[in-house]
């Protein structure tokens, strides 16, 4: 849903894990999922400390 | 006066209503009996219809410096002369006028509740403010055209002091005031769709039927601490609350939200939380909350000090059909909570 | 592919000792049709009902609505779901004009989620079914049949019913007889190779609840992680297409009459040609909706060649943005788009009516708003739910959405929200 987010002015955006588990996934083993949490949550305080002058949507590698 | 006929008051500025220029600017509200100045255009609209009882007048820079009692004693002027509609304006490009004209009309519908209109230019601010709440016509710039203008005005004017179903905006001339009603149209959507199509491809005008969003931007902060010095909460829309939803959060067009506290928590414990969240099928994040709001991560990323301090309350919402006025004010208030307690930075997980 | 659609138009329908069609009157043995469907084990208890046209008579707890059409010449019904796996879309098929079959769903306590049909009154009028005859099959499972199960076995009921319907039309002379022809993509006549190639994109399920495994979709294909995808219009006409357990204004109904493809039928070789119709599913991660939108628009702009697209969603907000994303991909790839959206918003504001705002897609039809107010006027008769019946009686307050058939997303409906 970042177009949306890209819409109303949110202006910075991290592509998550998907609707119904953004910070998680039923496919992986727990630490792999925690993994994955910390990543997506490191890449959110990565685009807080990042400058920006318009809606940008930081995606995930 | 004939019965049936409509008692009509107008409200005009010190120039049209005669009584000077710019340098009578700061006069106050007055009532004058009948029909005077730009009022007269009005009454000649209305012909057998109605009368014009009374002219409410003001100067525009009382009306714009001293917004609310101008618009409180202009109300009470206008009440006395207990009229069936008003009639404000029209205001052109005057700025000051215009939103003088928006605010009495909002004023006597709430208060006397009659039926108001009034009219300006497209450019005027009094639209943007008050198209929403009030039938504002379209005029020209100047008066040059004014009787149409004003032949239009009291139309629509008429129709609402009679109760009667008011058409599209184009229909009457005004300002599409933003809201959405169903109706039946004449053919089915996809004939519709397929007939707009034929247009667009052949480069032929087509009319959308959904108006573009149009949001206005939001600067953004800059986060001026260092990550390592920085408080940061974390908020979602994803309907995380704790079992048996204490506050009542609505599983569909959200008005509330609450503030749960993590204080001395490093996980989130899924016994005791639930989700009624109608938007997505929440047995993931029912399952394991931090698969929504990651307290478990962040915990530990302010232990390790790569973050200052995670906050001690998470607040949450359900995000799913919730309105844009309730979504706005909701981070509004949640965001003025969050910067009260010292949070710099925010990390919202949305579904 | 040639499909021949032969329509019996039915006037009257009534319960009788058999089930025949006796020229435009239907008449159907209820009891052989109860013990027909009673056959599944996942059901037990079924009751049938009969709701006519200007009845004060209110349906409820309707869970999908299913028109009837028989197979002839071996061709198989509702392929993959309730016939075998065949090719749809070629042959003759039987259809019945002015009769539904109607589902309930007597299982789930959410009632708010399920819609009703009213045969008299102002609502009537809104949609198809309060002027179609219609048979409400009501049943409830059987103890331990877990939800998928159920809805699947209440699915079946309904395409068994649809068929035994419309076969009775099978030794009839067809009151009118549509005929769907079209060729291959690529074989266009000179003569009407300057006309402007149009495709529509069909999102045919929204990936926001995944599927059961017995919820076919495509051919009975639960259509889980399914990429787009090409099929010929005829397929969609002819059963081999329905809508999943969870329809958000659209019925199987509309889908079997797709109102798009006949649209598109109706110009073809006239102002546009018909270059195909690529089916979709509304993805629930930005990477897959990504992707699924550039596949999209590859086919159509790519393998049908299409100089334009009309696309249609299913589902609420992420099937809307889903939607919108292919249009835009198609947008980037030079194909002209128009998309049917609902209006979105939930307090009757024009800012809220769309979610999106992608460059070129700007041609927009709106279905309405499903979340407008309307009354229930009082009735006399409700079917289909017995536990609620006493409040639906009276007069109470719905929303368009709540109401069967007055709001279908593939455009088959007069309902628009204007921009006042």
């Known amino acids: 849903m970042t177009p949306v987010a890209v819409m109303v002015g949110a202006n910075r955006i991290v592509s998550a894990a998907g609707i119904i588990h953004p910070l998680g996934s039923a496919d992986l083993s727990p630490e792999d999922e925690k993994a994955l949490r910390r990543r997506i949550v490191e890449q959110a305080l990565q685009a807080l400390r990042t400058e920006v002058a318009k809606p940008t949507v930081f995606g995930r590698e | 006066m004939a019965a049936g006929t409509l008692r009509v008051v107008c409200y005009l500025n010190q120039f049209f209503g005669q009584l000077g220029g710019e340098e009578k600017a700061g006069v106050g509200p007055q009532v004058v009996d009948g029909a005077v100045g730009a009022a007269r255009a009005v009454q000649q609209a209305l012909g057998d219809a109605g009368t014009v009882v009374a002219t409410v007048i003001c100067g525009d820079n009382y009306a714009a410096e001293q917004a609310e009692r101008a618009t409180a004693e202009l109300v009470s002027l206008v009440a006395a002369a207990r009229p069936d509609l008003l009639v404000a304006g029209p205001a052109f490009l005057a700025g000051r006028y215009g939103v003088a004209c928006g605010a009495l009309c909002v004023a006597a519908q709430a208060e006397l509740k009659i039926a108001t209109v009034t009219g300006m230019h497209a450019e005027n601010p009094g639209v943007e403010l008050y198209r929403r709440q009030v039938y504002v016509v379209q005029t020209g710039a100047e008066a040059t055209r004014m009787l149409p203008e004003v032949q239009r005005l009291v139309a629509l004017g008429l129709k609402l002091a009679r109760g009667e179903a008011i058409g599209a905006p184009a229909a009457h001339g005004y300002f599409a005031r933003g809201v959405t009603r169903n109706i039946v149209a004449g053919a089915n959507a996809a004939d519709r769709a397929v007939a707009m199509l034929l247009d667009k491809l052949a480069g032929r005008a087509f009319t959308t039927e959904v108006p573009r969003p149009a949001f206005p931007p939001v600067a953004a902060p800059r986060l001026v601490k260092t990550l390592a010095g920085a408080t940061i909460a974390l908020v979602t829309d994803g309907g995380l609350v704790p079992r048996g939803n204490p506050d009542g959060i609505e599983a569909l067009n959200a008005t509330r939200y609450g503030a749960y506290s993590i204080e001395g928590k490093s996980s989130l414990d899924a016994a005791q939380y639930d989700n009624p969240h109608r938007g997505y099928d929440t047995t993931w994040v029912k399952q394991d909350p931090h698969r929504l709001v990651p307290v478990d991560v962040a915990r530990e990323l302010e232990q390790s000090g790569a973050i200052g301090k995670l906050h001690e309350t998470i607040y949450s919402t359900v995000g799913v059909a919730t309105t844009l006025a309730q979504s706005a004010r909701m981070g509004r208030e949640i965001a003025e909570k969050l910067r009260a307690a010292g949070v710099d930075a925010v990390i919202l997980t949305s579904t | 592919?040639?499909?021949?659609?032969?329509?019996?138009?039915?006037?009257?329908?009534?319960?009788?000792?058999?089930?025949?069609?006796?020229?435009?009157?239907?008449?159907?043995?209820?009891?052989?049709?109860?013990?027909?469907?009673?056959?599944?084990?996942?059901?037990?208890?079924?009751?049938?009902?009969?709701?006519?046209?200007?009845?004060?008579?209110?349906?409820?707890?309707?869970?999908?609505?299913?028109?009837?059409?028989?197979?002839?010449?071996?061709?198989?019904?509702?392929?993959?779901?309730?016939?075998?796996?065949?090719?749809?879309?070629?042959?003759?098929?039987?259809?019945?004009?002015?009769?539904?079959?109607?589902?309930?769903?007597?299982?789930?306590?959410?009632?708010?989620?399920?819609?009703?049909?009213?045969?008299?009154?102002?609502?009537?009028?809104?949609?198809?079914?309060?002027?179609?005859?219609?048979?409400?099959?009501?049943?409830?499972?059987?103890?331990?049949?877990?939800?998928?199960?159920?809805?699947?076995?209440?699915?079946?009921?309904?395409?068994?019913?649809?068929?035994?319907?419309?076969?009775?039309?099978?030794?009839?002379?067809?009151?009118?007889?549509?005929?769907?022809e079209l060729p291959p993509s690529p074989r266009v006549p000179p003569e009407l190779a300057h006309l402007p190639r149009v495709a529509y994109v069909f999102q045919i399920h929204s990936h926001q609840r995944p599927t059961g495994l017995d919820e076919g979709i495509l051919y009975g294909d639960p259509v889980r992680r399914m990429l787009p995808t090409i099929v010929h219009p005829n397929e969609v006409l002819d059963g081999a297409v329905l809508r999943g357990f969870m329809g958000r204004s659209v019925t199987t109904w509309a889908i079997q009459n797709h109102p798009m493809i006949r649209a598109l039928y109706a110009q073809h070789g006239r102002t546009l040609w018909f270059a195909g119709v690529v089916v979709t599913v509304a993805q629930a991660t930005e990477p897959e909706r990504v992707r699924s939108a550039f596949l999209t628009a590859g086919l159509v702009a790519h393998a049908l060649g299409a100089d334009g697209a009309v696309l249609t969603k299913i589902g609420g907000g992420a099937p809307h943005v889903d939607m919108a994303q292919a249009a835009a991909h198609c947008e980037a790839l030079g194909v002209k788009t128009t998309a049917v959206v609902e209006d979105m918003s939930t307090d009757g504001s024009a800012e809220g009516m769309l979610l999106f705002?992608?460059?070129?897609?700007?041609?927009?039809?709106?279905?309405?708003?499903?979340?407008?107010?309307?009354?229930?006027?009082?009735?006399?008769?409700?079917?289909?739910?017995?536990?609620?019946?006493?409040?639906?009686?009276?007069?109470?307050?719905?929303?368009?959405?709540?109401?069967?058939?007055?709001?279908?997303?593939?455009?088959?409906?007069?309902?628009?929200?204007?921009?006042?």
């Open chain 3, 1 to 180: 592919m040639r499909l021949e659609l032969g329509w019996s138009d039915v006037d009257e329908v009534t319960a009788a000792p058999a089930t025949r069609l006796a020229g435009k009157r239907l008449e159907v043995d209820l009891d052989g049709l109860r013990e027909l469907l009673s056959a599944d084990p996942r059901l037990t208890r079924i009751r049938l009902d009969l709701a006519h046209p200007g009845e004060r008579c209110r349906i409820a707890r309707v869970f999908d609505v299913v028109a009837p059409r028989a197979k002839t010449d071996g061709g198989e019904d509702f392929p993959g779901v309730l016939g075998s796996v065949a090719r749809a879309g070629h042959g003759r098929t039987l259809a019945l004009g002015g009769v539904a079959v109607v589902a309930t769903d007597q299982q789930t306590d959410n009632v708010g989620t399920l819609a009703v049909i009213d045969m008299a009154g102002p609502n009537a009028a809104l949609s198809a079914f309060g002027r179609t005859h219609n048979l409400v099959i009501s049943a409830w499972p059987s103890p331990s049949t877990e939800r998928s199960d159920y809805l699947a076995a209440v699915r079946l009921a309904a395409l068994k019913t649809a068929v035994h319907l419309a076969g009775t039309a099978r030794e009839a002379e067809p009151n009118r007889v549509d005929v769907f």
């Open chain 3, 357 to 420: 705002d992608f460059p070129g897609v700007d041609a927009l039809v709106n279905v309405g708003s499903s979340q407008e107010p309307i009354i229930l006027p009082a009735m006399e008769r409700v079917v289909g739910a017995d536990d609620i019946a006493s409040k639906l009686l009276g007069e109470t307050r719905a929303t368009y959405g709540g109401l069967c058939g007055a709001i279908e997303q593939v455009g088959a409906t007069r309902v628009m929200a204007e921009v006042r």
